[in-house]
């Protein structure tokens, strides 16, 4: 069965750091892009980072570019998002997700919350 | 960057209708338009891939159309399961709005 399992979400102060991690299963990890999106409560969809199947590549959105870093095990089939200097609006659900087709994403996880408060 | 508009916000449909959404992009991406589907509680599910491509498993009542920076969602005969937000993403980054679906 084919699983993108995401763990690491919980509650931190903002400034804090947290360490998000996606382990798949069910197909292999190695050759495809992998991303990270989020949900704020109520809100849409926000694209928030992805990588290269070899990690060479990786690419932000603007609000998150030097905050957050997303990184990937290939041998350990997981994803990683470490993110510092966390502020209240990066309060959401983050789903890992695998670009499996041409510019979309055809595998999701069904997420791990992070809230951002004092 | 590039910006997708989703319109209307809300449809309201009937059981049987067709609905079609709408999704405007800022300028042309390339074909690169993706559809997803979102229940509440659920991930995201994709549902159209490179403007009309139907993914896995999605119903032939789904289709998806449209070219440089107008692309159509369209739903020939809604089901109960297909009331839910719809949300567009140009080239693997941005999503739209979202539009939501409910039953009239």
């Known amino acids: 069965e084919v699983q993108l399992v995401e763990s690491g979400g919980g509650l931190v102060q903002p400034g804090g750091s947290l360490r998000l991690s996606c382990v798949v299963s069910?197909?292999?990890?190695?050759?495809?892009?992998m991303i990270w999106v989020r949900q704020a409560p109520g809100k849409g969809l926000e694209w928030v980072a992805s990588?290269?199947?070899?990690?060479?590549?990786?690419y932000y959105v603007n609000s998150v570019n030097g905050r957050f870093t997303i990184s990937r095990d290939n041998v350990r089939s997981s994803l990683h998002l470490q993110m510092n200097s966390l502020r209240a609006e990066d309060t959401a659900v983050y789903f890992c997700?695998?670009?499996?087709?041409?510019?979309?994403?055809?595998?999701w996880g069904r997420g791990t919350m992070v809230t951002v408060s004092s | 960057e590039t910006v997708l508009t989703q319109s209307p916000a809300t449809l309201s449909f009937s059981p049987g209708e067709r609905a079609t959404l709408s999704c405007r992009a800022t300028?042309?991406?390339?074909?690169?338009l993706a559809w997803y589907q979102q229940r509440p509680g659920h991930a995201p599910r994709l549902v159209i891939y490179e403007a009309s491509n139907r993914a896995t498993g999605i119903p032939a009542r789904f289709s998806g159309s449209g070219s440089g920076a107008d692309f159509t969602l369209t739903i020939s005969s809604l089901e109960p399961e297909d009331f839910a937000v719809y949300y567009c993403q140009q080239g693997g980054s941005s999503f739209g709005q979202g539009t939501r679906l409910e039953i009239k």
């Open positions: 990588i290269k199947p070899d990690g060479s590549e990786k």
């Open positions: 300028q042309s991406v390339s074909g690169h």
């Open positions: 997700a695998r670009a499996g087709l041409p510019w979309a994403f055809d595998l």
């Open positions: 069910g197909f292999t990890f190695s050759p495809y892009w």
